[in-house]
């Protein structure tokens, strides 16, 4: 589990860096390249968002959210 709360530490850390570079690059670009360069930020937090959901669905934690949520035939536990 620490594991995964460390690779989540490290992305929130590069998506508040990318954060900042976007207020740098609209400080310093103008025109055409800050278009491609505001794309290529944001094409970066997609990116980054995309792994940081992928750890999280298969951390321990949600596994055993979803063993406690259906039943051993995989069918939902009627309430």
Known sequence: MLDGIAHTIELDGLIALLGAWSIVQ???FEGNDLKWFSFA???????L????????ENST???????SVTGSVGEPLAH
């Open 49 to 56: 968002s995309t792994i940081g959901l992928l750890i999280h």
């Open 26 to 28: 609209a400080i310093i």
């Open 61 to 67: 934690e949600r596994t055993v959210h979803e063993l």
């Open 41 to 47: 930020t944001a094409a970066g937090l997609a990116l």
